[in-house]
């Protein structure tokens, strides 16, 4: 039946805190299925729970899928569309109608326990090493619609008395359902419990506004992390009890992401202490004070940020690495993401960041150097062309934006220091005139090509007698003063005469063995 129906998937975060980056691959799995298939994808803020309500939260989530280039095409900061309100405490009205459905056709009940009665039961069972829950078989020691007699409720309602309604699961049952990652799920009710839909605040839990919102939103794929599977037994008898099992959305549970270990969920904690961003933004609990950094904040680059997550957990069964979020959309498929727990891993991260720095327009990276320039080297005067080379050549050295001054400061200030290593290394008595015969020719060189000047270093090598291997890494010290560096005539031709002499003059004045 779904298969008929356009493809409709939501993403549906609780405003709980800052986004985990887990969150956010599930929204990317969601817009990339969305996208594949024409159809459309939701945010729905599932913001039942109250207590919960961490100002800052929900428009932290708009402004993550913003930055990272995915967003809905509907919903709570993406244009009202037929389906609104999406923020289920805007639709508080709409769910007792189904919880009395559920209570009127035998599926649920009224339950008047008090948090006496629960911790009650909860101790008796105990007591005996039964599992406390409120189940087939406690429901019948408790204070509910079908214990009392039918005046009483009525009074108790009446009197508005606090209740909650529960579901009724049957004793023993199967529950089967297949998962587009998992395959056949069959829980027994017995392993359930008789959870609470609807609260006499006139609040759904977060099942019934998940299911009946599902339904409402005409959901055809349920694309969600892990942690709901438990869930999903309980979401298909809800479907199935409101006579929308017709129209039940697919489900498809995504494996966990993983610490670097492999040793468990992949927590805030992990993090901080390892040195990696779990947030896609910066982020700053109002509560707590408590800040934590986002990927954003930390130099990553936001097709970086898609292409990585959109590894943990899915391969495309090819040795592509590096997919932009169109190529992204056209290769991935629910078939290919993993049931295992996927690890996140620090080093793979930078690479992609270091990659998609390469990608990106030396014009586009410019203003960046520009403005550490300005900051270290006020009174510096270079042209957009000269600093616009630096940055084509010194991204393929970086992992980040922010490194760009690090790593090019020598194309606009002379080396302060000389890597030592390298001098005690590579520094003899031929130095002094290997330095003064490359001046020499360089300053005789008409055009400052990156091969006329390695012809003219060669030449210069050959006439002293000395291997390329024992004097190139000096030569790059003298230029830069570090030892590694982009390709080193190439890095000269972008120098110039003037620079490269002045720097070769600088370095034969001090550098000594
Ligand atoms: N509100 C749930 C969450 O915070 C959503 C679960 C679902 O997608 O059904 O992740």
């Not at 800052?18 to 024409?38: C, E, Q, S």
């Not at 031929?430 to 008409?446: M, N, R, Y």
Request: with cysteine; glycine share 8%.
């Amino acid at each position: 039946m779904t298969q008929d129906r356009r493809v409709r998937v939501r993403f549906a975060p609780s405003p709980t805190g800052a986004l985990h980056i887990g969150g956010v691959r599930t929204a990317l799995y969601n817009y990339l299925f969305a996208k594949k298939h024409g159809g459309d994808f939701v945010l729905r803020i599932e913001d039942t729970d109250q207590t919960r309500f961490v100002p800052g939260a929900e428009e932290y989530i708009i402004e993550s899928l913003k930055w990272l280039g995915i967003e809905p095409n509907e919903g709570v900061g993406f244009g009202e569309g037929p389906h609104a309100p999406y923020r289920q405490s805007d639709r508080k009205p709409m769910y007792r109608q189904f919880a009395e459905q559920l209570i009127a056709a035998g599926y649920a009940y009224y339950a008047f326990d008090t948090a006496e009665d629960l911790e009650a039961m909860r101790e008796r069972l105990k007591a005996s090493n039964v599992d406390a829950k409120y189940d087939g078989i406690t429901r019948s020691a408790m204070k509910n619609s079908l214990t009392l007699p039918e005046d009483e409720v009525k009074r108790k309602l009446e009197n508005g008395d606090p209740y909650v309604i529960r579901i009724k699961l049957p004793r023993k049952e199967e529950v089967k359902f297949h998962d587009e990652i998992r395959g056949w799920i069959i829980v027994n009710t017995s392993q359930m419990d008789d959870k609470v839909l609807f609260k006499s605040d006139g609040m759904p839990t977060y099942h019934l506004a998940n299911v009946v919102d599902d339904w409402d939103m005409k959901t055809t794929h349920v694309i969600r992390g892990e942690e709901w599977l438990p869930s999903a037994p309980l979401h298909v008898l809800l479907y199935r009890y409101l006579g929308w099992e017709d129209v039940m959305p697919k489900f498809a549970h995504l494996p966990l992401l993983l610490k670097p270990d492999g040793t468990g969920k992949l927590s805030k904690r992990d993090g901080d202490r390892l040195g990696f961003p779990v947030f896609p933004l910066d982020w700053e609990d109002p509560k707590t004070g408590e800040k934590s950094s986002g990927y954003k904040q930390a130099g990553y680059l936001p097709e970086a940020v898609v292409n990585l997550l959109a590894f943990l957990g899915w391969n495309p069964g090819t040795h592509q690495e590096l997919f932009s979020l169109e190529e992204l959309i056209a290769a991935f498929t629910l078939e290919r993401v993993g049931k295992h727990g996927a690890k996140f891993d620090q080093n793979k991260a930078k690479w992609y960041n270091q990659q998609y720095v390469r990608k990106v327009d030396n014009h586009l990276l410019a203003p960046s150097l520009k403005a550490a320039l300005a900051l270290n080297v006020p009174e510096a005067t270079f042209s957009d062309e000269y600093i616009e080379k630096v940055c084509g050549i010194v991204k393929e050295k970086i992992s980040f934006v922010k490194e760009l001054w690090d790593y090019s400061n020598y194309f606009f200030i002379e080396p302060a220091n000389y890597d030592e290593g390298v001098i005690k290394k590579r520094y003899n008595e031929k130095v002094p005139q290997l330095l003064s015969d490359l001046i020499e020719a360089f300053s005789a060189l008409a055009e400052f090509s990156h091969s006329n000047t390695e012809a003219a270093y060669n030449a210069v090598l050959a006439k002293n007698e000395v291997a390329s291997k024992d004097f190139l890494q000096l030569f790059r010290v003298c230029l830069s003063g570090v030892a590694g560096g982009p390709p080193i005539f190439e890095m000269v031709e972008i120098f110039g005469k003037d620079k490269t002499i002045q720097h070769l003059n600088k370095a034969s004045a001090s550098i000594k063995g």
